[in-house]
């Protein structure tokens, strides 16, 4: 089989590679044939110590190209030849033969609006051909994403195509603790002045534009993946409209691209001035569509779709499954059985740090890699050798409902655009097949684009985004699709309550809060606390609320988890016990984090997303005080509550009752009946103090409304932060506690005596 095996390999190097790489092989393979015979003629060893000799020489010699290969243009015997092959790839892209349509109109215009099919070259391209133009001559060249991982992939996908990949002429920019090592010594060595060309998220770019409302650094900006409509490509758009013609005054033009493949153009077009759209035709490889009946479990059904694939041969090349849930993508992981010396099962998701990333991207042996991931790898990312597309056609999203203050986690089909861009994850560097679990009908049902995100989010970071950069008049701005005008005036409100806003004026707790991006009560929160002396704890909260949902390893049952829960829970509720969990994980080093969870029954990669999230918060807060937040507090339980009561106070619910044996809670503000959702350690330690009054974070409707990250707070505290009657509530708590109390002591009595007598106590209770 020897023979056969480097024959194989010599196929898909020559796929691969070129002319020189095989006549390397084919040297070694010749030397392991006089070897053999050699020894062979001499008899001095026995014969599989022979054949392990000879796959040694050739597994080294294939490790050695695979090194090389990883970044081929380094070594200078296969620059020539490889740069040859690549300028033809490159030149094959649909995009090649409009490179000079494209900057001539770029040329007449200062804004354009780009359209092409998914894998013809956009995102790679357009910034190349920018910089061949010389627009990064003086001035810096911006392109944004709507995530963080795109943005790092397609740096490096533009770095490696320019080979400038140990410089830093093309980079990409986000916060510092995302970073590895590697990543960081890279910056470190180079000044980002030498920056051309830099990737960043929409997020950031509307950071920068905050500290320099001109945006002078930079002579062209970018915004690819537009279709997204994420809350900051919204705001940047609408800013930006404004500041091209500015700078057109200054006589220092700014030119503004938007790039999609699936955009609404006409309305963003008319929304721009009637800016000019072009549309490149052409696709690089054809993707096969194949529809299947729409099944409730849509992860038993990918996975089923899969092993079919596997046993009648048709996966010849990775695999990218696209599920709803970061649940679904390790149900998934865990339910699919295959050959692992042939498959390869990997999930990427957006909590995942570099490190973790960066294994989906590379190259394995020969082993065939199958891919779970969410939505974050539908736009802008390329994974080499992907062929087959899986779609569920499902998508997990988070939708605020803000006249009731609810987010709700909503599973919900995707839309139009979404189907094409999975779609358009195969085709990029093979024709590729794509298998949408749902009906060509189905997708003629589904919405054409995804809500914008500004009206699916909560009120109150979007006008604090908006306040922080001097919106005096968040109700009159020019925004593509605005929010209710009432929502917005309710949201302002809130702000003003927690001390955000002032006479309609951001105030400087208010910028931090903006700069934190997360829901205003939370950073309320960790303001309080930094007055208090404890914002670090407050930080490290923060930073695993953002994380709860995953806490658990989701394979366990239900005792399990509970077991797990009573194991490290504080009786001073949810907050308290997700404090001490971060405290007890972060004194592992790095090494020891895995086996610390897996004992502990938690998802380690949550908990490290958790500490990386709390750098991020920690970093923005030191930037922003510039000074020292750590004080060595006494009593920091107390001083916990405090700021925690601070921030949470309007979100209230008192006890009110038990029915079947669950306690029921009842919520100050919308006065409705609530549970306390399972995660909560309260549930587990049992709580129904005739006083109680919890604070919460969330409020989730499933099946019923529960509310979750519970803090038990006392009258006497809440009394400092809130004006709600304290005596009337506790009044009316009471008295509903005791019609309960009746009802059951009542039923209780009639239970066992006879129906008659059953029928007029009812009729009693009921007049
Ligand atoms: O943005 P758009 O979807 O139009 O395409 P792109 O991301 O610029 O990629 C254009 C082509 O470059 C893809 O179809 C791939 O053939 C190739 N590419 C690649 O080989 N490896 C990458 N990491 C990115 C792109
Ligand atoms: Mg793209």
């Given at each position: 089989n020897l023979t056969s095996y480097v024959e194989k390999e010599k196929m898909s190097i020559h796929q691969m590679f070129n002319k020189d790489f095989l006549t390397g092989l084919n040297k070694i393979q010749y030397q392991d044939e006089k070897n053999r015979k050699r020894q062979f003629e001499k008899k001095s060893e026995p014969y599989e110590q022979e054949q392990t000799l000879i796959y040694k020489n050739i597994s080294s010699f294939l490790k050695e190209m695979q090194r090389l290969s990883k970044n081929p243009i380094q070594n200078s015997y296969l620059r020539n030849a490889y740069d040859r092959e690549f300028r033809r790839a490159r030149a094959k892209l649909p995009f090649y033969a409009f490179r000079h349509t494209i900057l001539e109109e770029l040329e007449k215009n200062d804004m354009l609006i780009i359209i092409g099919h998914t894998g013809s070259g956009k995102t790679t391209q357009v910034p190349q051909y920018l910089l061949e133009a010389g627009f990064a001559k003086n001035r810096k060249i911006v392109c944004t994403q709507p995530r963080k991982i795109a943005s790092i992939s397609v740096c490096k996908r533009i770095a490696f195509e320019l080979d400038c990949?140990?410089?830093?002429?093309v980079d990409f920019k986000t916060?510092?603790?995302?970073?590895n090592k590697q990543e960081l010594e890279r910056k470190k060595k180079f000044n980002h002045k030498d920056n051309k060309l830099l990737l960043m998220t929409d997020r950031l770019l509307l950071q920068e534009y905050k500290k320099d409302n001109l945006l002078r650094k930079y002579s062209c900006i970018i915004i690819d993946e537009a279709h997204e409509r994420t809350l900051f490509t919204d705001i940047l758009l609408c800013e930006l409209k404004k500041l091209v013609p500015k700078r057109r005054q200054m006589k220092n033009p700014l030119k503004l691209i938007i790039m999609s493949a699936t955009i609404d153009e006409t309305k963003i077009s008319n929304y721009l001035n009637s800016c000019k759209v072009i549309t490149i035709p052409g696709q690089l490889y054809p993707v096969k569509v194949f529809y299947e009946k729409i099944e409730q479990d849509y992860v038993s059904q990918s996975i089923r779709k899969i092993k079919h694939l596997i046993e009648s041969n048709k996966l010849t090349g990775h695999a990218l499954v696209f599920l709803a849930s970061l649940d679904d993508l390790k149900k998934a992981q865990n339910k699919l059985k295959v050959d692992n010396d042939k498959y390869s099962v990997m999930i990427l998701h957006g909590n995942m740090n570099m490190e973790e990333q960066s294994k989906v991207f590379e190259e394995l042996d020969s082993k065939i890699k199958i891919i779970f991931t969410t939505n974050v790898a539908e736009t802008s990312i390329t994974i080499n050798g992907v062929k087959v597309i899986i779609d569920s056609g499902r998508v997990k999203q988070k939708v605020y409902d803000q006249d009731r203050n609810i987010s709700i986690l909503k599973l919900k089909f995707i839309n139009q655009s979404s189907a094409q861009q999975r779609k358009g994850r195969a085709g990029r560097m093979q024709s590729g097949e794509c298998y949408r679990l749902y009906e060509l009908k189905d997708l003629e049902n589904m919405e054409f684009s995804c809500e914008p995100e500004i009206l699916r989010m909560h009120l109150g970071i979007v006008c604090l985004e908006l306040l922080s950069f001097g919106v005096d008049n968040i109700i009159e701005y020019d925004l593509i699709d605005k929010p209710d005008r009432n929502d917005i005036i309710k949201s302002i409100k809130k702000l003003e309550s927690l001390g955000f806003v002032e006479y309609g004026k951001i105030t400087e707790n208010g910028r931090i809060a903006a700069d934190l991006g997360l829901e205003p009560m939370i950073s309320r929160m960790i303001i309080e606390g930094i007055n208090l002396g404890i914002g670090i704890d407050m930080i490290k909260i923060a930073a695993m609320l953002t994380i709860t949902n995953i806490l658990y390893k989701k394979d366990l049952t239900k005792d399990e988890k509970n077991q797990a829960k009573v194991q490290n829970s504080n009786t001073k509720g949810d907050l308290f016990t997700l404090l001490s969990i971060y405290n007890q994980f972060s004194q592992n080093k790095f090494k020891t984090q895995y086996s610390w969870c897996n004992a502990n029954r938690y998802y380690c990669n949550a908990l490290r997303f958790a500490k990386q999230t709390y750098g991020e918060l920690y970093n923005i807060i030191k930037t922003r005080l510039n000074k020292n937040i750590i004080f060595d507090q006494s009593k920091k339980e107390d001083l916990i509550l405090k700021a925690i009561c601070s921030g949470l106070h309007l979100q209230l619910a008192y006890f009110n009752g038990v029915v079947n044996r669950q306690n029921v809670y009842k919520l100050y503000e919308l006065n409705q009946e609530v549970f306390i959702h399972n995660e909560s350690v309260l549930n587990v330690l049992g709580n129904s103090d005739i006083d109680s009054i919890v604070l919460y974070t969330e409020l989730n409707q499933h099946d019923r409304l529960y509310i979750k990250n519970l803090t038990p707070v006392s009258h006497e505290l809440l009394s400092q932060y809130s004006r709600i009657d304290l005596d009337k509530l506790k009044k009316e708590s009471k008295k509903e506690l005791l019609i309960n109390n009746i009802n059951i002591q009542v039923i209780e009595k009639i239970k066992g005596n006879n129906s008659e007598m059953q029928q007029q106590i009812e009729e009693l209770i009921g007049s």
């Open positions: 990949e140990h410089t830093n002429l916060v510092r603790t995302f970073l």
